[in-house]
């Protein structure tokens, strides 16, 4: 589908402020999952001891304290202040910045990273440019495999779409679109990088069904804004159902479930000509 203009700045505006009001909750629950894949994402980028890193989207910091704990010297961003605040409070270097518009000299950077983020840009490619500009070496991205592949996430879509609810985000890019090896290696190399590997990373989550809903209700935009929208009565079924659907088939002791997570992660290499 394809988006005027007018239609991204406001998707771009929208996820900005979403980002400022869902900060604590998504720290306090969502990492727990997207941690699983912070070191198949710096292996990408070929982080060791020594590498000056730019972590572009942190959050609060789960794929910069990774790299760091690797030795790597690293700087993070984010255009969430909030983000920002709670990237600080473990000690980051970290400072208010777009994907847009890095404040950084070209090739200031050994590796460039981004995790999760592809899927909530508007202009993707201009983000993957951008990123690239500041890096000397690799840039490395991962997005969420397609939601059938990806029951951690993807169970949500099957459970909201029942009560068939009207959506309350703006229009803006398909957030499973570059899941698929194809179009995330087109991206890269529309980009301008070279030297594209794919790979995908698997790993699981054990939580209780019902808190793991409220988690991405709290801390999540896309979906949470619509759970937002729906009356009291919708999200108490929606809970019920989504419990039953996860139960049904990742049951494992003591009332909880084991999830199935699969990220998939794309980098390439700067052009020298570039």
Not at 14 to 41: F, K, M, N
Not at 120 to 145: I, Q
Not at 200 to 217: C, E, K, M, Q
Request: hydrophobic share 45%; aromatic share 6%.
């Amino acid at each position: 589908m394809t988006h005027t203009d007018e239609q991204l700045d406001e998707f771009a505006s929208w996820e900005r402020q979403s980002w400022e009001t869902r900060a604590a909750s998504y720290a306090a629950t969502i990492t727990s999952l997207t941690r699983g894949a912070a070191d198949a994402l710096l292996d990408a980028a070929d982080v060791t001891a020594g590498t000056a890193l730019l972590d572009v989207a942190t959050g609060p910091g789960v794929v910069a304290i990774a790299a760091r704990s690797r030795g790597a010297e690293v700087i993070a961003v984010d255009q969430s202040e909030a983000m920002i605040g709670l990237a600080r409070s473990t000690g980051l270097d970290a400072r208010q910045a777009s994907v847009d518009r890095l404040p950084f000299e070209a090739r200031s950077f050994d590796a460039v990273v981004a995790g999760f983020l592809i899927n909530h840009l508007p202009r993707p490619v201009d983000g993957v440019v951008e990123m690239a500009r500041v890096c000397k070496s690799r840039v490395a991205v991962s997005v969420w495999d397609a939601p059938a592949a990806n029951p951690v996430l993807g169970l949500f879509g099957g459970v909201i779409r029942l009560l068939d609810l009207s959506h309350p985000v703006p229009p803006g890019p398909d957030s499973s679109l570059y899941g698929d090896d194809a179009r995330l290696t087109a991206l890269l190399l529309e980009a301008g990088l070279a030297d594209i590997r794919i790979a995908r990373v698997h790993w699981s989550l054990t939580v209780a069904p019902g808190d793991w809903f409220d988690a991405i209700a709290a801390g999540t935009p896309r979906t949470g804004a619509v759970l937002a929208a729906a009356s009291a009565k919708q999200r108490s079924e929606l809970r019920r159902r989504y419990v039953d659907a996860a139960s049904a088939s990742y049951s494992t002791a003591g009332g909880l479930v084991t999830l199935p997570a699969t990220a998939v992660v794309g980098s390439g290499r700067r052009s020298p000509a570039r």
